[in-house]
């Protein structure tokens, strides 16, 4: 094989799945130097399909400590169904606090070795080519309380209640003051909108309502506007603790426990999924939690919620396992994930990562 000129190698190899060329990567030096050439990176992005993963993120303790073993990033394949783990071991930070990811690359917060501790620089990185780039630095309170909004390489948001900023590839960031009544709920970006769920009730009772804002009228207006229809009468009222995923294409899921009743305290009788369409603004039922998966979860408090287009994952306290809905075979499967690595309350956080072996420009 050594005698075949390289160019042919890496012919014979684009063709393989990504899955398979990750494993020979691992095979010996020189299948690891040959697949992780920059021309070879440059011939399977454009021809493998990604990998689509489930990532986890590290529990809010390790953001705060120093940890002694290797930082990594934990993935579970669902269409092989097994564990993976990326280290993050070429990354010059003491810390690493992966916190969301868009076309195969993951961002994440890096506290470097030599910086205060209250310190954090938003980092962009492909695990697979190993390759990172350190965005322009941001105040520490963006780290702390603002939440991390992807769709490109260039197109990176920071939100929180107060304001907003917008990094698009020049060197710097955009600041944006925010008019929202409250803290984003699971805010989420589709193509040039911002979706975010906010409080507008009492300290009594909670009364949830969906709040955007497109990122190009930004720079003329600051206004989030409220995005609701008569139609939709209830919607918001009939789910306890909704938080929004991204769906597929135009449409936005919202998840929450559905209410036996409209009392203040209601008890959930399982765990919905409903499917906004952004063109017609209708909502249908896209799943419903069994009731036997449920009962895992009816003695926890609190659940968690990642995943985007047709995964959705859920974790609560005592669990010790994921369960996923699955609407990738065109209809709403559900099953638990078992062996989630770590130890922790059980309060899995996470986001979709879809791996490629795209280079870092």
């Known amino acids: 094989m050594d005698a075949l000129p390289q160019d042919t190698l890496h012919q014979i190899f684009s063709s393989l799945p ?16 040959l697949l992780t050439s920059p021309s070879f990176i440059q011939l399977i992005s454009t021809q493998s ?56 690359f993951v961002y994440l917060w890096g506290e470097s070795p030599d910086s205060p501790e209250s310190t954090k620089s ?15 630095q941001l105040g520490s309170a963006w780290s702390r309380h603002g939440s991390v909004l992807v769709d490109s390489e260039t197109r990176v948001m920071v939100l929180t209640e107060l304001a907003a900023l917008y990094f698009s590839g020049s060197n710097q960031w955009l600041k944006f003051s925010s008019n929202l009544p ?5 805010p989420i970006l589709v193509f040039d909108s911002v979706y ?33 229809k008569h139609e939709w009468g209830d919607v918001f009222d009939i789910l306890k603790r909704p938080r929004l995923v991204r769906g597929n294409g135009n449409k936005v899921l919202m998840v929450g426990g559905l209410k036996s009743s409209f009392s203040l305290n209601a008890s959930c009788s399982t765990i919905l999924i409903l499917r906004l369409d952004l063109d017609s603004l209708e909502w249908d039922e896209a799943g419903r939690m069994p009731v036997d998966m449920f009962r895992c979860f009816q003695e926890s408090s609190k659940f968690k919620v990642f995943g985007s287009g047709d995964r ?20 709403g499967e559900w099953r638990w994930i078992d062996g989630v690595p770590g130890s922790g309350d059980g309060l899995c956080r996470g986001f979709v990562f879809e ?6 420009l």
Request: hydrophobic fraction near 35%.
């Open 196 to 228: 975010a769920l906010c409080d507008v009730g009492s300290p009594w009772r909670s009364q949830w309502k969906l709040f955007h804002c497109t990122i190009s009228k930004l720079k003329t207006s600051q206004t989030w506007t409220r995005l609701e």
């Open 18 to 33: 990504l899955r398979q060329v990750m494993i020979c990567r691992s095979l010996s030096k020189f299948f690891n130097h």
């Open 182 to 186: 409250s803290k984003p709920r699971s």
């Open 49 to 104: 399909p990604p990998l689509n993963l489930l990532a986890l993120r590290p529990p809010h303790h390790h953001h705060h400590r120093h940890v002694s073993s290797p930082p990594c990033l934990h993935v579970f394949d669902p269409d092989d169904n097994q564990w993976l783990r990326f280290n993050l071991d070429f990354l010059p930070f003491r810390s690493s606090h992966p916190v969301a990811s868009s076309l195969g």
């Open 312 to 331: 959705v994952c859920f974790s609560a306290k005592r669990v010790g396992k994921l369960a996923l809905w699955d609407h990738c075979s065109g209809k």
């Open 122 to 136: 938003l980092v962009v990185c492909n695990p697979l080519t190993r390759q990172f780039r350190v965005l322009p």
């Open 355 to 360: 791996a490629r072996l795209t280079a870092l």
